[in-house]
């Protein structure tokens, strides 16, 4: 009877595992459980090994995933290739010549293709990678929830509409953070992000040269690798984080109370404005910043995610099926 009795609990385990899979409408971190266990250490793996390379593909592949997001949902959009037939993100002013990191996602659903044909979406690759970065240059880990399906389509208007320029004031920033449903909070949490990366000459430039709730020295120290000129030096690369541009940390935030912030956006979470106390907060307590850059992001990731019979699981992350 005890024999028969484990046979049952084995089935209605493995009954549960095929449901998590196969919800409609619900994300889930153990979706790939019994399809395509190896994805974690696949993922990871390759993840770790292209920061070894080149430290800045970490930023640039949790950029890509703030990216998709931003536009349509989480659904794999933004690595879209432009053909004679269909336009995709790429192009879009926000993404033109500074996303990064399309082929580090290429070389891991090659690799999951191999173990799991069918199996995995891009856009569920771009979210573990997203973590994993993060993760690998220090910062805070979670379980990622996970059964996102990949669009068939793309939107460059959105993407040129929807994703917030390194000039926009705080005001612009919270409405278009607010229009993805993420609040204040998330905002200000998932902008230490840029503790790590490098931003181009022509998104910090008017910052170095016009405003005023910039240090002096600061100011001048930028501009040295930035020329005024527009059109002269345009990519031009600074960190991001005057500290630690390769180290996920909260030194971001510590740079913005005494102005110096790179992007004239970055500055104005800390600018006498709603966002100064939690930016504060962040400054000295950096466990808090980790939670609450890791609800951030969990919140980001359930933003429209096509499941069940939505969209499709691409072959390729580059192009539809």
Not at 197 to 207: E, P, Q
């Amino acid at each position: 009877m005890a024999k028969y009795t484990s046979i049952a609990k084995a089935i209605a385990i493995l009954s549960l595992l095929f449901l998590l899979e196969s919800s409609s409408g619900q994300l889930n971190p153990k979706y790939y459980y019994s399809s395509c266990p190896q994805i974690s250490d696949i993922v990871r793996n390759i993840v770790e090994s292209a920061i070894a390379n080149d430290a800045r593909l970490g930023a640039s592949l949790l950029r890509l995933f703030f990216h998709d997001c931003f536009v349509n949902g989480c659904d794999g959009s933004v690595l879209l290739d432009d053909t004679p037939t269909f336009t995709g993100e790429k192009t879009a002013n926000p993404n033109k010549g500074s996303l990064r990191g399309f082929e580090v996602i290429d070389r891991i659903k090659q690799a999951v293709e191999k173990a799991c044909p069918g199996v995995v979406s891009c856009a569920d690759i771009l979210t573990i990678a997203a973590r994993d970065s993060v993760v690998t240059l220090g910062g805070p880990n979670w379980d990622v929830k996970l059964g996102r399906r990949d669009s068939k389509g793309a939107s460059l208007s959105k993407a040129n509409k929807d994703l917030p320029a390194p000039t926009s004031s705080l005001s612009t920033l919270t409405s278009k953070f607010a229009a993805q449903g993420l609040s204040l909070k998330d905002m200000v949490a998932l902008s230490g992000a840029h503790t790590i990366g490098k931003a181009r000459c022509v998104n910090f430039r008017s910052h170095v040269y016009q405003d005023s709730n910039i240090n002096g020295l600061f100011a001048n120290f930028r501009q040295s690798v930035c020329p005024s000129k527009n059109g002269t030096g345009d990519r031009n690369l600074a960190p991001l984080d005057l500290q630690t541009e390769t180290g996920f940390d909260n030194s971001y935030y510590q740079n913005l109370i005494t102005f110096n912030g790179l992007l004239h956006s970055d500055q104005e979470l800390f600018n006498g404005g709603p966002a100064d106390s939690q930016v504060l907060l962040y400054s000295i307590w950096q466990d808090a910043f980790f939670d609450d850059f890791v609800e951030g992001m969990i919140k980001m990731g359930d933003i429209r995610p096509l499941t069940g019979s939505k969209g499709e699981i691409r072959k390729n992350c580059r192009k539809i099926n």
